[in-house]
């Protein structure tokens, strides 16, 4: 709980402090010299001194206590007296008993605010020890390589950092570390995928919009860029992000402002950017889908994490970590993984990298016999059904048969785009234009014939 601590010059209010101290949810401290009020950063602090406004200057520049609030209060309702305070370092002054119901606001309002600033540090202190770098197993040089740099990162809190890697490596998890272990760890962590929200809103979800920006804008909405102010705004698929929202972004970095849509009025942000992909941004810069100074803007300091395949030092350290948190969170036996499964863990490629690898022990351990695991409860899933070829009106455009393959990568994928287009080496954006084209000239400039 956090403390009122009160220093009376006088014996004037002495009755008030009990009951408001109850009132407003605070810790009554009765201090008996300027000594009470060293460290006062958890706490709000009240000098008193009914009749001897004099004196309440000189002890304010006395106290002065870096970051903390301190009201002064006295009986005289005189605006010479309640400057002075305030130039020693007052906050506030309040004359009473006029001012009482001033005072019992103003006290309500730093107990809200101290009560908010303590939970958002718990908050912080747990998040870190879950995203604590220890938390990222592996022992693989290329993964610890990785964890050094991040290491580097965290004191410095305004840099941008772009991180690499295949779907499913861990790349927020990554984000949320620095986040977590860095001087901004009690502000805000706000994360956005930049492939899961239609082009037509993305802009409004990061930068926000005024009333009547468009035609559903019934009223102003601050975008995740004010959200995140103070912390962390991570973008997450920063590789699909529009070709006409990467000019607006590349401004934001530069200036460290945006504008809301529809609007005029220019914000200051304090939010550091991380981003991450599993696009190669450099090919795509050649290709002319992303934009090479944003590309440089966001690339500061590159973190590159391994797919699972090349670590797989890590695979059995993974599988055991993963067996012995489910088992936990299940309320069952950890299984014991045997030499059989062991064999058939290391022998999978995974694709889906770590969590694919997570998902498959989670899945063994709530339907595997018993007390372990062998080869038969970690095997791979049969391989999906091929998707029914599309039949094609032959003679068949180029467009045509592009447009199919990649409507039948989408159903074999099981309708998820991003995986689509990575496995088919286009961009989701190129990916949607191939699903949209119907009749005139597809992107590849071939006429077609439907």
Request: charged letters at 25%; one cysteine or more.
């Amino acid at each position: 709980m956090s403390s009122l601590t009160v220093l009376s010059l006088t014996d004037s209010f002495a009755q008030l402090w009990p009951a408001l101290a109850d009132e407003c949810g605070l810790r009554l401290v009765v201090a008996s010299g300027a000594e009470a009020f060293d460290g006062l950063d958890d706490g709000v602090g009240v000098v008193a001194a009914g009749g001897a406004e004099e004196d309440l200057a000189p002890m304010l520049r006395r106290l002065s206590p870096a970051g903390a609030e301190i009201a002064a209060l006295g009986a005289a309702a005189d605006h010479r007296v309640a400057v002075g305070v305030v130039r020693a370092g007052a906050s506030e002054y309040f004359a009473l008993p006029g001012d009482l119901e001033q005072l019992r606001t103003w006290l309500r309002e730093r107990a809200e605010r101290l009560t908010a600033r303590a939970s958002r540090s718990a908050f912080a202190t747990r998040e870190g020890e879950k995203y604590r770098f220890e938390g990222i197993l592996g022992e693989s040089a290329a993964l610890r390589a990785a964890l050094d740099r991040a290491s580097r990162v965290i004191p410095h809190a305004n840099v941008t950092v772009l991180i690499t890697g295949e779907t499913g490596t861990g790349k927020e998890l990554l984000a949320r570390a620095i986040h977590y272990n860095g001087p901004r760890r009690e502000a805000p962590f706000v994360d956005v995928n930049c492939a899961a929200i239609p082009d037509t809103l993305l802009e409004s979800e990061l930068f926000g919009h005024e009333k009547g920006a468009f035609t559903d804008a019934s009223s102003a909405k601050p975008g995740l860029f004010e959200v995140a102010n103070g912390g962390t705004l991570f973008l997450d698929e920063i590789g699909h992000l529009p070709v006409g929202l990467q000019g607006k972004l590349l401004r934001a970095l530069e200036e460290r402002a945006i504008r809301r849509v529809g609007g005029t009025r220019t914000i200051a942000m304090d939010v550091r950017v991380m981003a991450a992909t599993h696009v190669d941004l450099a090919d795509a810069v050649r290709r002319g889908e992303f934009r090479e100074d944003l590309y440089f803007r966001l690339n500061v300091i590159p973190l590159h994490i391994p797919p699972l395949r090349e670590r797989r030092a890590d695979i059995l350290l993974l599988a055991r970590h993963f067996a012995a948190r489910f088992a936990a969170e299940y309320g069952v036996p950890e299984p014991v993984i045997t030499a059989g499964a062991e064999r058939e863990l290391l022998g999978r490629p995974w694709p889906g990298n770590v969590r694919e690898l997570r998902n498959t022990i989670e899945r063994a351990l709530l339907l595997g016999g018993g007390g372990e695991l062998d080869g038969r409860d970690v095997a791979a899933d049969a391989a999906p059904p091929a998707a029914s070829a599309e039949v094609l009106p032959f003679p068949a455009t180029m467009g045509e048969i592009t447009r199919a393959a990649a409507r039948a990568m989408v159903e074999r994928c099981g309708g998820n785009k991003s995986e689509a287009a990575r496995r088919l080496g286009v961009s989701r954006a190129r990916l949607q234009r191939l699903l949209d084209a119907s009749g005139g000239t597809d992107d590849d400039g071939e006429d077609s014939d439907a």
